[in-house]
C-alpha cells in the first residue's frame, strides 16, 4: 500500500530527528493517514521530539525471544507468536505509529529472529500508506533493513564543509549498496534566512538539493522539551521541510 516512504540520513547532530518528526506531522497533517515512523537510530529518540513514551524496542524484542526460544510454541503458532510481540511494541500517537528498533543484536545468534522479525516488519509496513524512516548518524550504519526500497533518502547536513562532505560520502555509499531507492536529495539544514539554497545546486551525485531554514523556535524550545508537536505550520524549519516532502512525494508519484 506504501505510497510514500521517505529514509533519513547524515551526520549526528545534523537534525535528522527533526526533519523526522516534522516530515511525520507533515504528511499526516496532509493526508490525515496514520503514518509509521520508525526509529532506526539506536540511540533513540524520534519518540521524545513525537512526544510519545519510548515503548518496547525491536531490540528488547529480539533479546527476549532469544532467551526464550526454547518454550516458543511451534510452526504457525512462533509466527503469530512474534508477530503479536511486534503488534505490541507499536506505540500509537497523534497520527503516527511508532516502532523503534532500538539496540543493535549483540553476540548471540540472531540470525533466525532476525528473519522473522523483518518479515514481520516488511509485512507491518505494507499496512501504511507512508512511512518515515530515522537512521543512526553516519554512513557506515545506514541499514539496508530500514533504508531498502524506501522512494526518497533525504540526506541531512547542516553547512560546514565537513557535514557536506559527509552527506556526498552517504550517498555514494547508498549507490554502492544498491539500496533501491528511488532518489537521494541532500537537505541543507540550518539555513540563515537570506541564505540562497541555489547556490548548493553545484552538488552532484543528489537528485534534488533543499534548503530548511533555522527554526529560532525548534532551537529556543529544544532547551526545555524535545517534542515538536506544537511547532505551528508557520514555522519557517517545519515549512521548508513540507516543502521537500511534497515535493519529492510528487515526484516520486510520477515515476
Ligand atoms: N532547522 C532547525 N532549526 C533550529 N534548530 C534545529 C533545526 N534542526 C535541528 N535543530 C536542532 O539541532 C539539534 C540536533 O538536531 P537533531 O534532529 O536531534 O539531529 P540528529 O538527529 O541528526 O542528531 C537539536 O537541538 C535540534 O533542536
Ligand atoms: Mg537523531
Not at 547536513?157 to 562532505?165: P, Y
Not at 534566512?193 to 529560532?216: I, L, N
Not at 526545555?224 to 517545519?238: H, N, R
Amino acid at each position: 500500500m506504501s505510497v510514500f516512504t521517505a529514509a533519513v540520513a547524515g551526520k549526528g547532530g545534523v537534525g535528522k530527528t527533526t526533519f523526522s518528526a516534522l516530515a511525520v506531522r507533515h504528511l499526516h497533517d496532509s493526508s490525515k493517514e496514520v503514518v509509521l515512523a520508525v526509529d532506526a537510530d539506536p540511540n533513540a529518540n524520534l519518540h521524545a521530539k513525537l512526544d510519545a513514551p519510548l515503548g518496547r524496542t525491536i531490540g528488547d524484542l529480539r533479546e527476549e525471544l532469544l532467551a526464550n526460544v526454547d518454550e516458543l510454541p511451534a510452526g504457525v503458532s512462533k509466527q503469530e507468536h512474534v508477530e503479536y510481540q511486534i503488534r505490541l511494541a507499536l506505540t500509537e500517537g497523534g497520527g503516527f505509529d511508532l516502532l523503534t528498533m532500538g539496540r543493535q543484536e549483540g553476540a548471540g545468534c540472531y540470525c533466525y529472529i532476525n528473519n522473522i522479525l523483518r518479515t514481520f516488519i516488511d509485512s507491518l509496513s505494507e499496512k501504511y500508506a507512508y512511512i518515515v524512516m530515522d537512521n543512526e548518524a553516519g554512513m557506515e550504519h545506514l541499514s539496508r533493513r530500514t533504508t531498502r526500497s524506501s522512494d526518497t533518502l533525504f540526506i541531512v547536513s547542516d553547512t560546514s564543509k565537513a557535514a557536506l562532505e559527509s552527506a556526498s560520502r552517504i550517498a555514494d555509499l547508498a549507490r554502492d549498496m544498491d539500496l533501491s531507492t528511488y532518489r537521494t536529495v541532500l537537505v541543507q539544514n540550518l539555513m540563515r534566512p537570506d541564505e540562497e539554497v541555489a547556490q548548493f545546486r553545484s552538488f552532484s551525485g543528489f537528485d534534488a538539493v533543499y534548503g530548511v531554514r533555522r527554526s529560532a523556535l525548534i532551537q529556543e524550545s529544544s532547551r526545555s522539551t524535545e517534542s515538536l508537536m506544537d511547532v505551528p505550520a508557520t514555522d519557517p524549519a517545519f515549512a521548508d521541510i513540507a516543502k521537500a516532502i511534497d515535493e519529492e512525494r510528487r515526484t516520486t508519484a510520477g515515476r
